[in-house]
T-cell receptor, first 116, second 109 residues
Framework: NAGVTQTPKFQVLKTGQSMTLQCAQD?????MSWYRQDPGMGLRLIHY???????DQGEVPNGYNVSRSTTEDFPLRLLSAAPSQTSVYFC???????????????FGPGTRLTVL | KNEVEQSPQNLTAQEGEFITINCSYS?????LHWLQQHPGGGIVSLFM???GKKKHGRLIATINIQEKHSSLHITASHPRDSAVYIC???????????FGTGTRLTIIP
């Protein structure tokens, strides 16, 4: 199993450009999420999904869109990049069996994004 | 105040020392996670626990539900243990993770 994969690993954008960060997992996990990691702060949830066709906002959703058309893929779209979106982005997945049964999270390798 | 607090923020120790990293949380949780992140690297799950104690090699994680406190211990520390260790809590009810800001551990040979 490849686990959770993310592309690209590095990206530089200009303010106003758009792009999509790709995330895929081959573990048949229902729950997928996107986090951003900034210096001095804990990882913060951007968007998450509990299954194909179902997405919801996290703590810091503004400026980002997601969709979940398949179990495997969960792309994150930056609509109009801003310097405040300079960060390291992590995709994660886990099995989901309801609120009484948490499961181990698996993280992708991260995407380092710089917006100029 | 962050819902998940870690201490210390930075820790430097000599090879072979016993290491303890602490995590306190203020939310109701269904599980507590310890994660490891090497410089420039990805994030790896070390432990997920909801009670008691777990051990994997030289790493031990404990949790005290009543005191809302968890510790990560490393015995016979080694330079390859140098990394950022992150505590995270699965919130009871919505299963979302709340993360601490991490403890940067440096082991000197």
């Amino acid at each position: 199993n490849a686990g959770v994969t993310q592309t690209p690993k590095f990206q530089v954008l200009k303010t106003g450009q758009s792009m999509t960060l790709q995330c895929a997992q081959d573990m048949n996990h229902e729950y997928m999420s996107w986090y951003r990691q900034d210096p001095g702060m804990g990882l913060r949830l951007i968007h998450y999904s509990v299954g194909a066709g179902i997405t919801d906002q996290g703590e810091v959703p503004n400026g980002y869109n997601v969709s979940r058309s398949t179990t495997e893929d969960f792309p994150l779209r930056l609509l109009s990049a801003a310097p405040s979106q300079t960060s390291v982005y992590f995709c994660a997945s886990r099995a989901y069996r309801g609120t009484s049964f948490p499961n181990e999270q698996f993280f992708g390798p991260g995407t380092r994004l710089t917006v100029l | 105040k962050n819902e998940v607090e870690q201490s210390p923020q930075n820790l430097t120790a000599q090879e072979g020392e016993f290491i303890t990293i602490n995590c306190s949380y203020s939310v109701g949780i269904s599980a507590l996670h310890w994660l490891q992140q090497h410089p420039g690297g990805g994030i790896v799950s070390l432990f997920m626990l909801s009670s008691g104690k777990k051990k994997h090699g030289r790493l031990i994680a404990t949790i005290n539900i009543q005191e809302k406190h968890s510790s990560l211990h490393i015995t016979a520390s080694h330079p390859r243990d140098s990394a950022v260790y992150i505590c995270a809590a699965t919130n009871f009810g919505n299963e979302k993770l709340t993360f601490g800001t991490g403890t940067r551990l440096t082991i000197i040979p």
